[in-house]
């Protein structure tokens, strides 16, 4: 609970905040510390960098997206997030793309390490989307739940500040209902924004939002006010660009393992790994030793790595995972069944982001409608 | 060396173990075991195939001998197995060696005699002849996974 | 005032310590035991069946499996065959050499668990090395156990690992060891053929029903030998058998090890029967 004057701010309040306010709100997160990052504009998409401005946001701007395709469009209004997701996840800010464990030299005695220690950025998420709040959730269980906890994740991901923003708009490879991952942000956002016609709709998540927006003027929220976000959210529910039938989904896809339809897929997948470097759940990375050309300093660097390269399983001078068949079912199938069995989720929150960056156009939620309509437990013949 | 010997081998070995009783004593008639000698040969190739046997004790040797490189060993059996199915097939004749490789004892069935009782009593031949596939459904198994040499090193990886 | 978040340095989880390399011992043509020793005089404990990443300065790092631990000195010992490029390094090294070690990782065989039993050791090639801890381990403990039986299968007799131990052990009476080979030579007077087929002979005198298997090796000997076991009536949640998969963390993260819902590094990569027996089944999983 924090008071500021006459107002007292817990979460689970509701607030109305003008939009222009925003500004405001960002200036007291730079002020403690934190880099803003948010969405906006770069070569014809819509990313995730730091924003300093209103400015910087694609205000105005919408997105359009269907398998392969992803274009950028002018809205008629001035909605500040009147678009869906863009090719960037917030892993990449949780999980670094490329990150140095230490480095290592000799010494007398054999060689050693000096690990990195530079203090890992303190970043706000502005405008995260319920599923990617979910997804967020999911690699905080990847990485901190299991008997091991990564201390590159743990680091990074104990600093951030979540502003949160409710879609209003579905995007046209979104299938977050089908999910169950939104478009109702879940609990753990620090403020969750609602966009309407004149006005953002704060609601406080945390005492930290509750201390952060006690700086912004705001009036409180009335129940119509409630009532309009619930209708917008159950409008974007209901206009989703996809649908996908997750009953049950981790019985069917370990059923049908010798699937036809896998190879039909391989004929089209091109193995690029687009999708794993799009999706925000995805987490593989790989370890790689260097050292310089004289052989006095290793460095040990992670890096994000893809189960579609052949290299990934290789064992005993081959990989396990050769056809491209092989390397498409693993990664289906971990992303929808066995992610069940290691994190006791879906490890899939219906972003979209696969089925749009996909070269090919590759669909998943089809080739999962595709598997359930021949499903090996509706033919006699047993496989 | 007794009937009663040879009848409690026949007990005792698992190719003949659970047969009954009255073809045991009829097979016992027709057999007797023999010692071999270690690097003596049981059989030879080319030879006619008389013999079934079955090892009661000792390691027996399969063997082929080639020109220039001198018999190679290309599979064992041991107690409790058998060697020979030639006998069964025509022609009857020994296609490769086998050798005992330390004091091998076996019960030897005469395989003329054990023929002809085969083709007097067909379900005597469907029990044989059904046991011998067995045996030679593993040894061929075996043999395949011989083949396979999955202990050779693996290729060499190209550079990632 | 929101504090500063901690700049914690990343620890040892994925930083290798330096051990002493205190004696090598030549197995094979393309295999050698390592025997070593942490720098920092830690006393290095672990399970048998677990591994550990094995570095090598600025060249790289392998899972290699804990072979055996030395009676006297304690030290850890790895066999490591030199099949790629960091294994051919790791075979090059000299006594006195320091190599990087993470670990143990994994769950190693469960030799508390099945006291009591009698137990079946069934190793193929360099699969031998990860069960020779839990033979030190068994015959450390030899009360606790019925029968204890070693079948092993290697290439040709100039493979055979560990051959001085091999025939102390096939000179003790507590313990059954059969040994065979895929292709014999000139001298080899033993069995010939795959380690399967020893099997018939263990049978003779051991209750398969009541018997605990412990494997390693290919994984076509893997699948054929669980075939094998279960036809004579060994029961399945008496089978474990450990796996091998492309690593990279060791620790459950980097999803190399993959190997169904399982990472091998960490469910792994000793697995019964039962939890990995489907997928075995299942091409280029």
New interface residues.
Partial sequence: MVSLGSRTLTPGQAWRMEKTRLQELLDALRR??YTVIGPRIRDGAIIYDEIQRLTDLPIGWTDEQEKGYYRLKRREDETFFGFAVGPHSWKQFLHPPIFS??Q?R?NG?????T??????P?YAFLGVRACELHAIAILDR??MG???V???YR?RR??IFLIAVQCTVAGGTCFCASMGTGPKAPPGADLVLTELPDVFIVEIGTE?GAALLAEIPCTPATEADRSVVEARLEETARSMGRQLDATDLPALLYRN??HPRWEEVAQRCLTCGNCTMVCPTC?????????DLA?A??E?V?RW?S?FTTA??????RP????A??RYR?WLT?KL??WW??FGTSGCVGCGRCITWCPVGIDLTEEVHAIRQTDSALTSERR | MSKAEILEALRQH?FTHDMDEAWKESLAEIARLQTYVPDTLLLREGRAADAFFLIVDG?V?IEMFVPER?SL????A????IVGWSWALPPYRWEFDARA??ETTAVVLDAAQLRARMSQDCALAAWILSRLLTVVA?RL??TR??L???????PE?R?A | ??S????????N????S?F?VTGVRRETS?TITLRLRP?DGEVFSFQPGQFNML?L?????VPISISGVHPRTHDLEHTV?A???VTRALARLRRGD?V?VRGPFGHGWPLEEVRGHSILILA???GLAPLRPALQYLLAHRPNYEQIVLLY???TPA?LLYQPELERWRGRLDLQVFV?V???D?L???????V??LL??VE?FLDMRRAVVLMC??E??LR?AVRELEDRGVPAEQIFLSL???M??A??????C?F??A?IC?DGPVFPLPRVRSLLE????
Avoid at chain 2, 78 to 81: I, R
Avoid at chain 3, 13 to 16: A, E, G, R, V, Y
């Fill in positions: 403690q510390g464990l230490g290592a000799r005695q054999g060689f050693e390490w690990p990195s220690t530079d203090p890992p303190r990847v990485f299991g008997p091991y990564d201390p590159v680091a104990e600093a930290r393992l010798e987490f593989c990375f790989t370890v790689e030793d260097v050292s052989g300093q290793a040990r992670r790595d189960c990934f399983t290789y064992t005993a001078g396990i995972r050769q056809s068949k092989a693993q971990h069944a066995s069995d290691q | 698992p390691l040797a001198g060993r290309l599979q064992t041991s107690a409790g197995e490789l330390v593993g198994k075996a996974l011989q396979l040499d999955l202990y050779a090193p693996p990886r550079p | 005032m929101i500063q978040a901690t700049s914690s340095p990343v620890p989880l994925f930083l290798p330096p002493q393309d720098l570095y300065f600025g060249i790289g790092e065959r099949v790629g490029y320091v990087g193929g090639g360099i299968g290697a290439r493979d065979t895929d292709r014999g000139e080899w007077r033993g069995h010939i053929g795959v399967t087929t018939p002979l003779r090796g290919p076509v000997m054929v091998e998969r492309n990279k963390c620790v459950g993260f980097c999803g190399h993959q169904g819902p990472f960490r299942i091409r280029e999983l």
